[in-house]
C-alpha cells in the first residue's frame, strides 16, 4: 500500500493529471452536447424534455468522445499501465524476498 502522504504533493498532481484531463473534457463534451440538444428542443417544440435530452446528450458526447478525446483516453491509460506494470513488479519483488527468507 502506498502512503499517499510520502509523496510529494506535485508529484501526485502529476499522477492524476490525465485523470482530471481526461474526466474534465469529459464533462464539458456532456454539458455542451446537453446545451445544444436542449436549444434545439427549445427551437423545435417550446418546450424541451430534459429526461430525453440528457439521454440524448448522454449517448451524442460518449460517442463524440470515442473519436474526439482519443490522445486523452490514450494517455490516461498509459498513464495506469505503468502504475500497474509498477504494482506488478513490486508485488514480485516481495514474493521473491519472501520465497528467499
Known amino acids: 500500500m502506498v502512503n499517499v502522504k510520502a509523496i510529494p504533493r506535485s508529484r501526485r498532481l502529476i ?4 485523470f ?27 418546450e424541451a424534455n430534459v429526461l430525453f435530452s440528457v439521454v440524448i446528450a448522454f449517448v451524442v458526447s460518449g460517442i463524440g468522445s470515442y473519436f474526439l478525446l482519443e490522445r486523452q483516453r490514450a494517455a ?6 505503468a502504475r500497474a506494470e509498477r504494482a506488478t513488479a513490486a ?8 520465497d528467499v527468507d
Open 91 to 98: 508485488f514480485e519483488e516481495r514474493r521473491a524476498k519472501e
Open 76 to 81: 490516461f491509460a498509459a498513464r495506469v499501465e
Open 20 to 46: 482530471v484531463v481526461y474526466t474534465g473534457l469529459r464533462i464539458l463534451l456532456f454539458l455542451a452536447t446537453l446545451g445544444v440538444v436542449l436549444g434545439a428542443w427549445v427551437l423545435a417544440a417550446d
Open 15 to 18: 499522477v492524476v493529471k490525465e
